[in-house]
């Protein structure tokens, strides 16, 4: 039986051409390849500085160590996102405050002020599934409290608001290549920026806080961290992106179908991207009504036995025990909701039109039977 996961790497001939002329070279890490990646996905955003790094976690911790975060601070962020979005800011010592989200899982930026304090230092907003979140709002509200903001927009890639690319607009944004992307670079990140002094300390951080000052002598200014990324990962990300408009369109004519075909469905609902919008499509979320909640596992179980890799973004990062402990017992009512309905179904550019009308035919034939 083919099994179609929730998402999926596209490898290519290219790909692996590049890659492998890549191996050919003399530098292998910290080269020109870097460099050439770095500034294609900078001119690919419409950003002055891209700083390429081994995984978006990485970025996160080097995005609020650049803000300056540190013990005493707090951020504003959203329970529904990777746990990384609010780990990096512990790996600070600072302290998160979780804001609820609105019903397509962004983070709701209605809420956002009432938990603003003295100690606020940075918001950081997520764009779900590579829905683009109201950054112009966001940012408003940051600067009437000499705020900073991260888009953590390691789901967003590609996805644009008002004819603007996400990223464009933070602070610092964030970028994810990981497989599960449309472009990846196995493992990596992005650290994107209009600021030049930012994009220098993350350089720094990037590099074990060390930069050469003449000849063979270096200084380390600052401590930092071993997060670089190969130029033989770059060569990989730099091919993929010539096609990732192309990828993201594939996405979309997946995710398009479903809408049509979900629309109105009497078991679940759909996250239906704004027209001002353009999604990457990372995720395709359903939200299940709430009568099938209680039979989500079993439900789940169903879609694997029948070829269809499904995944559930996210528990609320709360509801984990480390941040129980710390923080004890804390509750969003819209993401709460958000977790027992959603289950995302595959949409990526590894699948045809014909994958797409199998998954709606037995989403309607699961869901009627535990209807």
Excluded at 214 to 232: A, I
Excluded at 269 to 280: E, Y
Excluded at 328 to 349: K, M, R, T, V
Aim: proline residues 3%; neutral net charge; charged residues 25%.
């Amino acid at each position: 039986m083919k099994f179609i996961p929730y998402s999926r790497q596209q490898i290519t001939n290219d790909d692996i051409l590049a890659v492998s002329n890549a191996l050919k070279h003399d530098i292998l890490t910290g080269g020109e390849g870097v460099e050439k990646f770095e500034k294609a996905i900078a001119n690919y955003i419409g950003i002055k500085h891209v700083v390429a790094m081994n995984s978006a976690t990485s970025v996160l911790h080097s995005a609020y160590l650049a803000l300056g975060l540190k013990s005493g601070d707090e951020i504003i962020s959203t329970p529904i996102t990777f746990a990384a979005t609010a780990n990096a800011a512990l790996m600070c010592g600072a302290d998160i405050k979780f804001c609820d989200v609105k019903a397509d899982g962004n983070i709701d930026e209605n809420k956002i002020e009432a938990l603003i304090s003295p100690k606020t230092k940075v918001i950081t907003a997520v764009d779900y599934g590579g829905n683009p979140v109201n950054i112009d709002e966001i940012l408003k509200i940051a600067k009437k409290h000499n705020l900073k903001v991260i888009d953590d927009a390691s789901h967003a890639l590609g996805s644009s608001q008002n004819g603007v690319k996400v990223g464009a607009k933070a602070d610092i944004s964030v970028f994810s290549f990981h497989p599960v992307k449309p472009l990846t670079t196995l493992e990596g990140g992005g650290f994107a920026t209009n600021d030049e002094n930012l994009a220098k300390k993350a350089k720094l951080f990037r590099n074990h806080g060390i930069s050469k000052t003449h000849h063979w002598d270096s200084d380390m200014s600052v401590l930092g961290y071993n997060y670089r990324l190969s130029d033989v990962a770059c060569a990989l990300g730099l091919n993929q992106l010539k096609r990732l408009d192309a990828m993201i369109a594939k996405r979309n004519e997946i995710a398009a179908f479903y809408d049509e075909n979900f629309d109105h469905n009497p078991w679940l609902d759909i996250v239906k991207i704004p027209r001002n919008a353009l999604s990457s499509r990372h995720l395709y979320p359903l939200l299940l009504k709430q009568n099938f909640w209680a039979k989500k596992e079993e439900i789940f179980d169903e879609f694997l036995a029948n070829g269809i890799g499904v995944q559930v973004h996210y528990k609320p990062t709360y509801k984990f025990s480390f941040y129980r402990q710390k923080y004890g017992e804390l509750y969003c009512p819209n993401a709460e909701n958000f977790y027992q309905s959603e289950l995302s179904i595959p949409c990526h550019q590894e699948m045809s039109l014909d994958d797409a009308k199998m998954i709606v035919q037995k989403t309607n034939e699961i869901l009627e039977k535990h209807k």
